[in-house]
């Protein structure tokens, strides 16, 4: 009997493997959809599958896949400690895939605080140990967050260059997620240099792949992006629709961080609108959900829209000193392009204008 019970246990490992790989799998696709909160309960299921007690890959791989849903949700010190987990049980099994996977997302992380040079120093091990072990689309991954850390920084040239590389690596293995991903951040890197014909049409081919994939998380940026694209060209009516989108996908995410980002939006909508009591209201709203999403980058941009919208409705002391916080934090992330453009709003008292 002893040693059948010992066949019984030594099969149900594999069991349970192959099964919490199945929920891991449905997991990944529903977090990138409108199930996020199933998406965490398939990790759960698949971790307690897996036990604790021998440490494999796959859990190193489904602690940093959970950790992922959380940060695209906004929920950036829940995710933290779960790619901490990740790094330590690849580092343990000498998993170098995936001490690589867990250094690129815990560089997500800083980029989103603002720590840019903590960001540096986790892309640099996690590129290195991805082109040791040919982990060719993570390469690209890495190449592109890159190119959004050389975005941040004023670096448009580097930025292009590292979104390059990046693209062309997916459409070589017609990889559509993360090809979805970079067109997202180059027509971003587009609508900055004022390259606008091109920007949207990178939006629109994004936008077309994500919308067949049914990937809500990237279809609700790219929206935001849209948005933005006719804000900026003083599109007012286009943006109507966008914004609306936005947000109705922020919300069935339940992400503070694109409800936020997308507040931001109809806030600067309500000012160029002259609706600026409205618009200091949404952008309240949006720099506290901005904050609990930790995003440094997009807190400083709420301020900014929030000061402009102060400056409208005729409290410039007040604009100034909501100013004076955007700059101080674009400052801190060494985000050159938008530190000018503070400033410029500080000497010349606001703008009618989107920026």
Not at 74 to 101: F, N
Not at 104 to 116: E, K, P, V, W, Y
Not at 254 to 265: E, I, M, N, Q, S
Request: proline share 3%; aromatic share 4%.
């Amino acid at each position: 009997m002893r040693g059948l019970t010992q066949l019984q246990n030594t099969n149900r490992k594999p069991v349970a493997t192959v099964e919490a790989r199945r929920l891991a799998e449905l997991a990944r696709a529903a977090g990138l959809g409108d199930s996020p909160d199933e998406a965490l309960d398939w990790h759960r299921e698949a971790l307690s599958l897996l036990g604790s007690d021998e440490p494999t890959p796959l859990m190193a791989d489904v602690l940093r896949w959970q950790g992922s849903v959380l940060r695209d949700r906004g929920r950036t010190s829940e995710a933290e400690p779960l790619y901490i987990e990740s790094l330590r049980v690849a580092t343990e099994l000498g998993y170098q895939e995936g001490r690589a996977h867990a250094l690129n997302c815990l560089a997500s992380l800083t980029q989103r605080r603002g720590d840019l040079v903590a960001t540096a120093n986790y892309l640099t091990d996690a590129l290195a140990l991805a082109d040791q072990c040919g982990e060719t689309r993570l390469v690209g991954m890495i190449q592109q967050n890159l190119g959004i850390t050389a975005d941040v920084r004023g670096n448009p040239a580097a930025a292009l260059a590292h979104y390059r590389v990046s693209l062309r690596s997916f459409e070589a293995t017609s990889d559509l997620q993360p090809m979805v991903w970079v067109l997202n951040n180059l027509g971003v890197l587009h609508t900055k240099e004022s390259r606008y014909d091109e920007a949207r049409d990178t939006f629109d081919r994004a936008l077309g792949l994500a919308r067949a994939r049914g990937d809500l998380m990237s279809e609700g940026i790219l929206e935001e992006n849209r948005a933005e694209l006719h804000l900026i060209l003083d599109e007012l009516d286009e943006a109507v629709e966008p914004i609306r989108r936005a947000l109705e996908v922020a919300e069935q995410r339940g992400d503070d961080v694109r409800r936020a980002a997308a507040l931001k939006l109809k806030g600067a909508h309500h000012r160029l609108s002259n609706r600026p009591t409205e618009a200091v209201a949404t952008l309240r709203h949006a720099l506290t959900l901005s904050a609990v999403g930790e995003d440094a980058l997009l807190g400083g941009e709420v301020l900014y829209q929030f000061g402009l919208a102060l400056f409208a409705c005729g409290d410039a002391a007040g604009a100034r000193q909501i100013l004076d916080a955007a700059l101080e934090t674009f400052e801190r992330i060494a985000a050159r392009q938008w530190v000018g453009r503070v400033r410029k709003q500080l000497s010349g008292g606001g703008s009618g204008r989107y920026f």
